[in-house]
Nanobody, 125 residues
């Protein structure tokens, strides 16, 4: 019903920037109730919440570790969400996943229903 296709990962030097994209595809992609979240998982670590955006109103929420450096946004007409990552640090290196759910709390709590395939972000020091 909903597929998420991510793009934009890659290799960047510390202090650099990357923008991740996440396109919603499927028969249920017009819901105004979605919250989109970005998560990341580094080797040997648990998956962690990074940021979330309310599809309808655009309200956002960030993990403390990325506040002031990352910006989450969405383009409703393109059915695409974005994660702009600036001032990247080696500790930001991880596989980044986008996810959506009609429940904001499910996203913030790390249990959204639909997940993307993940995109690798590598930060060299």
């Amino acid at each position: 019903q909903v597929q998420l296709v991510e793009s934009g990962g890659g290799l960047v030097q510390a202090g650099g920037s990357l923008r991740l994209s996440c396109e919603l595809i499927g028969s249920r992609t017009s819901s105004p109730m979605y919250t989109m979240g970005w998560f990341r998982q580094a080797p040997g670590k648990e998956r962690e919440f990074v940021a979330a955006v309310l599809w309808a109103g655009g309200g956002t929420n960030y993990a403390d570790s990325v506040k002031g450096r990352f910006t989450i946004s969405r383009d409703i007409t393109k059915k695409t969400g974005y994660l702009q990552m600036n001032s990247l640090k080696p500790e930001d290196q991880a596989i980044y996943y986008c996810a959506v759910d009609e429940s904001y709390h499910s996203v913030i709590g790390g249990t959204p229903r639909y997940w993307g395939q993940g995109t690798q972000v590598t930060v060299s020091s």
